[in-house]
């Protein structure tokens, strides 16, 4: 984003000093009548207005504050128009930080590379009157200037507005999983939702060719900062599950239609509940042995006891014993749905006695021989059937 932006800069007649942290990026900017410097401080010095244009708060704030950092260099009454997507938060932590007398401009953009290219960004500013004024001829030269409010407002709303531009990616991933379920064509049905989302005529136009316009990686960190601090529920924070999933595969520098497409050809979230018939049914109806979860997936195991098939405990007071039995059931749940003891992330045990903690270690040492799993062990004083002792669960990712 920033060199097309320095371009349209430099053609407008701006007196204009350049610096990006991968130098190479920088360079071809000396032939749009750009000089180029070496460091921050330097390109900012003797400066009225210093744009950044970079891809997180950590970087802001390293360029600004960090070693040969901008903000000690800038002259009195300079003015910063950041135009990185930050949030308010940070917003209002880094102009806290500034010398006296420096005006600051919270400027994220709407659009893209070849938005930029074409100077017809959508500038959501957030700042006070005169520090905008200060920078509104050279923000022209970039696109649409939108006063939205104080510093931290344009922040805020460029987080509303990418919370809905990734939301609707992963929106039509859903749907055109759901035509490949009913058997619609996909390219029929990607023109039909063409004409009511301009994220899938973007779909219909992108190549696959062409670099990114907007990484995945990007995407996700402006989901995570949208929900900062809200609880794990709702719309967006399934997106930004399924953006998180995206990443794990891979995909971070891919362009943001890269989510759809992930998204179409991963199975959704499905919980079965159920009692494998190679175990005893549960003594009440008030639980289900395991919860099987796809997309992962995970097997989720209620805590066993040492029941056989008669309801009783088996030898109670044999604590070697018992540890057997529920060692025994937990790996024939684990083998019902492909699965063992390897598999196994996470143990709990629940035991009467913790001086008997040897007897049941010696056991479960036989059934666990490669890498131990999380594990919590707990003594009770006593379980749900008077002869127990001892009651194990189990999370276990299945192959």
């Known amino acids: ?110 659009g893209s590379v070849p938005h930029a290219e074409a100077g017809e960004l959508v500038i959501l500013a957030g700042a006070a009157q005169d520090d905008l004024a200060r920078c509104a001829g050279a923000l022209a030269a970039l696109g649409q200037v939108r006063h939205v409010g104080p510093p931290g407002s344009g922040a805020a709303l460029k987080l509303v507005v990418n919370g809905a531009l990734v939301g609707s990616f992963a929106v039509l991933g859903e749907a055109l999983a759901v035509a490949d379920r009913l058997g619609v064509d996909s390219g029929l049905a990607l023109d039909a939702l063409a004409r009511i989302s301009p994220q899938a005529r973007r779909l219909k136009e992108h190549t696959g060719g062409e670099p990114p316009r907007f990484t995945l990686a990007l995407a996700a960190k402006d989901i995570g900062l949208a929900l900062d601090g809200s609880p794990p529920a709702g719309v967006l924070s399934a997106v930004r599950a399924r953006t998180d999933a995206a990443l794990a595969a891979g995909l971070g520098g891919h362009d943001l239609v890269a989510l759809t497409d992930h998204i179409r050809r991963t199975p959704t979230m499905r919980l079965t509940l159920g009692n494998p018939e190679t175990v005893p049914a549960p003594p009440n109806p008030a639980y289900s042995h395991t919860a099987y979860v796809t997309q992962g997936p995970m097997l989720y195991v209620s805590g066993q006891i040492a029941l056989g098939e008669d309801g009783q405990v088996d030898k109670p007071g044999d604590m070697t014993r018992q540890s057997e039995v529920v060692l025994s059931l937990l790996e024939r749940i684990l083998a019902a749905h492909g699965a063992g003891f390897g598999d196994v992330v996470n143990i709990r045990t629940f035991i009467t006695d913790m001086d008997r903690l040897r007897e049941y270690g010696a056991v479960r040492r036989r059934y666990f021989t490669g890498p131990p799993p999380t594990s919590t062990t707990v003594e009770v004083s006593r379980l749900f059937h008077p002869d127990a002792l001892l009651e194990v669960e189990i999370v276990a990712a299945v192959p």
């Open 1 to 110: 984003m920033g060199v097309p932006m320095a371009r349209r800069l430099a053609a407008a007649g701006h007196d204009l000093t350049v610096w990006n942290r991968t130098p190479a990026r920088a360079a071809p900017l000396a032939g749009s009548g750009a000089a180029v410097r070496g460091t921050p401080a330097e390109a900012v010095r003797d400066r009225e207005l210093v744009v950044t244009m970079l891809t997180d708060a950590a970087a802001v704030e390293d360029v600004l504050f960090g070693p040969d950092g901008a903000a000690p260099a800038l002259p009195p009454g300079a003015v910063i128009a950041d135009m990185s997507t930050i949030g308010p938060d940070a917003v209002h932590r880094v102009r806290s930080r500034l010398p006296e007398g420096i005006g600051y401009v919270d400027a994220p953009v709407s």
